[in-house]
């Protein structure tokens, strides 16, 4: 049997993308969405692998794509050790670093785990394409202001850099040949500097930046310690306000900006007040990375599911034009750019990297 098909795996907070592309076309996608319930069942976001696998290969054999006929399988990397960008063999350290959460907890861990294991399972091989990891950071960006804490790359890397290519083919030029500050505005916002294609900063869509859907972004550090030892918070639910139930969702209860959008033609002042805010300070992120690039910018780009709200990028555009043109890339090219980074190694175009070859151990 031809083995023509390969299954792309995205896991995300509350769903699971699926896809199967026979070359570069798509055949079939879906975006399995999992209970809260379903998911506050396991403790730790590894523990739902089992869970999350059992849906992927129903859904497989459901659409009638026997696993048999699959060339390879590629899941959205995750929190893995600083790495290069690139397409990645999954590998046994690989896994091992992903289960434990080598650089902290997050969906797209099991992105690999559980490409590996159909692979594994298919005698095929799996692939990881530019995870969450992927640090380009110049030096000076790792400084935070406190030795203990180093400031990491995390980011994503995986739509900003297909944007980046995207961007580059509409203007017929490679990545290299420009400057770009990229913003993806998601349920988590990224807002990068890329130096003729390399990420050099970011803020980190969990910890820093804007606050976004979900998270609070930057917050005011004196408050921040008064509040973890109020008493009040376990270490797991301070996780849960900054990540999950901060943001957007703290002050008006829900992660979708479409329903703000509503509620703002309705009238509602307090739904204007913190969406602009939010645009607010998406601008003066855009603002400061700008500097990193000491203002030698090609274009501004707005990406990621947010993106589609001309109130925002109307709102953004105002105040960053003055810096370079903006342009607007909305939603993500995620399992299209996880599917194109697997197509150029089955093609040769490319070698896939191997993860133990390109990562430093230190532990
Ligand atoms: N047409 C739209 N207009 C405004 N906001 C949108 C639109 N479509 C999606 N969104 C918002 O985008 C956010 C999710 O972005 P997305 O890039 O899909 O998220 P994630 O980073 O979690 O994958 C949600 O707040 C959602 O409401
Ligand atoms: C830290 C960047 C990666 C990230 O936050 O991804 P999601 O928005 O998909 O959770």
């Excluded at 601008?283 to 990621?304: C, F, H, N, Y």
Aim: glycine share 10%; aromatic share 6%; hydrophobic share 40%.
């Amino acid at each position: 049997m031809e083995r023509k098909y390969v299954l792309v795996i995205n896991p995300g907070s509350t769903s699971t993308k699926v896809a199967v592309y026979e070359g570069y076309e798509r055949k079939a996608q879906e975006n399995i969405t999992h209970e809260t319930s379903d998911l506050e069942k396991y403790e730790k976001v590894t523990d739902q692998y089992e869970y999350r696998k059992e849906m992927i290969v129903k859904w497989l054999i459901d659409k009638n794509f026997n696993p048999s006929k699959l060339v390879a399988v590629v899941g959205r990397g995750g929190l893995l050790r600083p790495m290069p960008s690139g397409t990645y063999k999954v590998s046994k350290q690989m896994i091992d670093d992903l289960v434990v959460g080598i650089q902290g907890e997050h969906a797209s861990n099991l992105g690999g785990m559980i490409a590996g294991a159909i692979a594994e399972s298919e005698n095929i091989e799996a692939y990881i394409v530019d995870p969450v990891a992927v640090d380009e950071f110049e030096d000076v960006a790792r400084v935070s202001g406190t030795p203990q804490i180093i400031r990491k790359s995390l980011v994503h890397a995986l739509n900003i850099k297909a944007i980046a290519h995207r961007v580059a083919n509409d203007k017929n030029v490679k990545v290299e040949d420009l400057n770009l500050v990229i913003a993806h505005l998601g349920g988590g916002i990224s807002v990068v500097p890329l130096l003729k294609g390399r990420m050099i900063d970011a803020n980190n869509a969990n910890e820093m930046g804007p606050f976004s859907p979900e998270r609070t972004g930057s917050l005011p550090v004196g408050d921040v310690a008064k509040i973890c030892f109020s008493g009040d918070y376990t270490f797991a639910e301070i996780k849960k306000k900054l990540r999950g139930k901060g943001g957007m969702t703290a002050y008006l209860g829900t992660n979708d900006a479409r329903e703000v959008l509503k509620r703002i033609e309705d009238g509602d002042e307090n739904a204007k007040l913190i969406f602009e805010a939010m645009g607010y300070q998406i601008s003066k992120e855009i603002g400061a990375m700008a500097t990193v690039l000491q203002g030698q910018i090609d274009a501004i780009v707005l990406t990621g599911g947010v993106a589609y709200s001309k109130y925002l990028t109307d709102y953004i555009k105002e105040r960053v034009a003055f810096i370079a043109p903006v342009i607007l890339k909305p939603g993500e090219d995620e399992m299209e750019a996880l599917n194109e980074g697997v197509q150029r190694v089955l093609s040769g175009e490319e070698t896939a990297k191997i993860y133990e070859e390109e990562v430093v151990f230190n532990d």
